[in-house]
């Protein structure tokens, strides 16, 4: 997974760029059965869009006193929306828990890893613990016993969770020098089911690798949980920063940073409305897929997303023998490589890959060039893609 990066992109040409991003309108969709989708189960973030995340909480408290003399009307998602969730999820979301994190002390503690020590194993609520801004250089994990945990921040500018590990790094255990691999290198890692981040960015400083380099892999978020939602975040690092590593994800509003293979791993997730910048030198990757068996559902789906950034980087390389990756209604600034995709080197995987566009723009979207057997989808073949049912969303996405 070793390449290195180079050209800079215009510094006002990014920040038009990052607007046109944000502005693309969801009647891009072919569908109009996507809108009904977004109103069914967005209906308390659109509700709650400009609200900062301080209000937000404020609202939540608020809803939580009122609830002791009304029953339900703590349940800040509308009942038609919980309807259609699973019943395991469903009650979860009846009662609340709230956990207030703040450096200052104003908070019930001072880290997140207190916050998360509070909450018992095998929890069965839905536990907020709102991180205020600030901060906070931790090593996160969150075990699979503690499902339904959400992480409020206050803005992705303001609330940011920091480490530096890489997969080089030596530990001592069990009498032996081991190293903490890929997997352990993540500043927040993710097992549990049900979980939630949003208006928080994450990140891994570790510096960016250098071409040749072993052991640099430095994630700044895993996530192995299935049903996980992540709404305005950010995640900034260089090779591997995003490990989508297993499970059912949905991805909005987020902007993820990296130069090789910065969204990499097992999962099966939706990237709706995000902005996927590189920062390679000269070569790069954005995704490195890694499914191995067509009898597998997983593989990523980008639909009116935004990429930017520098270097000379490939949409996908095929990290699995049957990777699966499509992109629809994206932007597609210069720095792509007009072949697109690569096998990772192994010509029987251009039979076996299933790599795809869909209606995408920009000067690096064109499939004149790209390798033969890249895929451009017909409206059709697009469908499956496009919605939440690409991660059977409906019984359990839902918004805070």
């Not at 996507?34 to 609200?51: G, M, Q, V």
């Not at 503690?109 to 931790?138: C, D, M, Q, W």
């Not at 530990?171 to 081991?178: I, L």
């Not at 910048?277 to 000269?282: I, K, L, M, Y």
Request: glycine fraction near 8%.
């Amino acid at each position: 997974m070793d390449m290195g990066t180079s050209q800079a992109g215009c510094f006002l040409f990014i920040i038009a760029l990052t607007w046109l991003c944000a502005a693309q309108p969801s009647s891009l969709f072919q569908d109009n059965s996507l809108e009904e989708d977004f109103r069914e189960w967005l209906a308390f973030i659109h509700a709650t869009s400009d609200s900062s995340a301080s209000s937000m909480f404020e609202q939540f408290v608020q809803s939580t006193h009122t609830s002791e003399n009304k029953a339900g009307s703590s349940d800040i998602v509308s009942d038609h929306v919980l309807g259609k969730l699973n019943k395991k999820l469903a009650d979860a979301e009846k009662n609340k828990r709230l956990i207030m994190v703040s450096q200052d002390g104003s908070g019930d503690f001072k880290t997140i890893t207190e916050g998360l020590l509070a909450v018992p194993s095998k929890n069965r609520i839905r536990t907020i613990i709102y991180i205020k801004a600030g901060i906070y250089s931790e090593k996160i994990e969150i075990p699979r016993k503690k499902p339904f945990i959400t992480l409020l921040g206050d803005g992705e500018s303001m609330t940011i969770i920091t480490g530096n590990a890489t997969a080089g790094d030596s530990v001592y255990q069990f009498r032996k020098v081991s190293y903490v691999r890929t997997y352990g290198s993540a500043t927040v890692g993710v097992n549990s089911q049900y979980f939630i981040a949003k208006n928080i960015r994450f990140e891994n400083t570790a510096p960016a690798p250098n071409p040749g380099d072993i052991g640099r892999q430095a994630v700044a978020f895993r996530i192995s949980g299935d049903n996980a939602a992540i709404y305005n975040c950010s995640f900034y690092g260089y090779q591997d920063t995003l490990y989508d590593h297993a499970g059912r994800h949905y991805f909005k509003n987020c902007f993820i940073q990296g130069s090789i293979d910065f969204i990499f791993g097992y999962g099966r997730s939706l990237y709706m409305n995000s902005q996927l910048h590189s920062v390679a030198n000269e070569f790069g990757s954005i995704t490195a897929q890694k499914r191995n068996d067509t009898i597998l559902s997983s593989g990523f789906s980008f639909v009116n997303c935004c990429i930017t950034g520098s270097g000379n980087v490939y949409l996908g390389r095929a990290w699995g023998d049957r990777s699966r990756v499509v992109y629809s209604f994206t932007y597609m600034d210069n720095i792509i490589l007009p072949q697109g995709w690569f096998n990772w080197g192994d010509p029987t995987r251009n039979k076996t890959v299933y790599y795809a566009q869909y209606k995408c723009s920009g000067p690096g979207a064109s499939p004149d060039r790209r390798v033969p057997w890249a895929r451009e989808l017909t409206f059709e073949e697009v469908q499956p893609f496009l919605s939440i049912s690409f991660i059977n969303g409906k019984t359990w996405l839902q918004e805070l």
